[in-house]
């Protein structure tokens, strides 16, 4: 990777197992250069294998609940005294809708869940750019990215209310990317991601079918897990300094079709 990352510092959330986007990001910016924490919910880090990772990243493991104010301040901290500095770059890679997860129409909510699904998947990055903000614990021009979905602007019905989440997501990333490019230069981006086979992406009903769909509308295909980090890296190095505030499709080009002659067929 010639040492695109080198000597950057950073965190990333949501690394659950090796389907996982996250997952890969940490084994290339790690290939990059980079030094970075990981960290999950507690109940994730018992579910998944992220101490595996650690182990061939070299990395340390920080539980933290990314709903917690105080959970993000104190991993903020910890990290920082671990790392030696500032962070460079952040990976928001976190979703989950209980909705979803229980097969709840979208006419049908559990609004006690669909609480949980906006706070989980939107509101806890919004926590964790603004302790970010408030104690200063970027370097200038760094890089804060988050990952989303086209189902943001356009509906895909079995989505449910994750795609109120990351409409939710992507707006909040353009109002802090603004602040923070004020303050120290800072970039806040989303990465629309074609839909992945992750442990998540795989729990929306009818998934295998969408994957299918989506492979034959795009003229690149679906991008890989694997592809998505390369993106993530890209936008974590120095040659990406003026992107802000983007939602930034990385699709195969689904995101621009109307119709294409393999659906039709």
Known sequence: MNNLLHQKKGIIF???DQSSIAWKVALKAKEAGAEFILSNAPVALRMGTIQKLAQITDSKVIGADATSQDDIENLFEESRQILGGKFDFILHSIG?????RKKKHYTELNY??????????AMSFHKILQCLYQKEHMNKKGSILALT????QRVFPDYGDMADAKALLE????SFGYHFGKKNGVRVNTISQSPTPTTAGSGVKGFEDFLSFAQKMSPLGNASAEDCAQYCLSLFSDYTQMVTMQNLYHDGGFSAMGVTPDVLA
Do not use: C, E, F, Q
């Open 171 to 174: 707006s909040i990333t353009r």
């Open 149 to 152: 979905y086209i189902a943001a």
């Open 96 to 100: 989950m809708s209980p909705n979803v």
């Open 14 to 16: 949501g690394a659950l």
């Open 112 to 121: 006690d869940w669909y609480h949980k699904t906006l706070d989980i998947s």
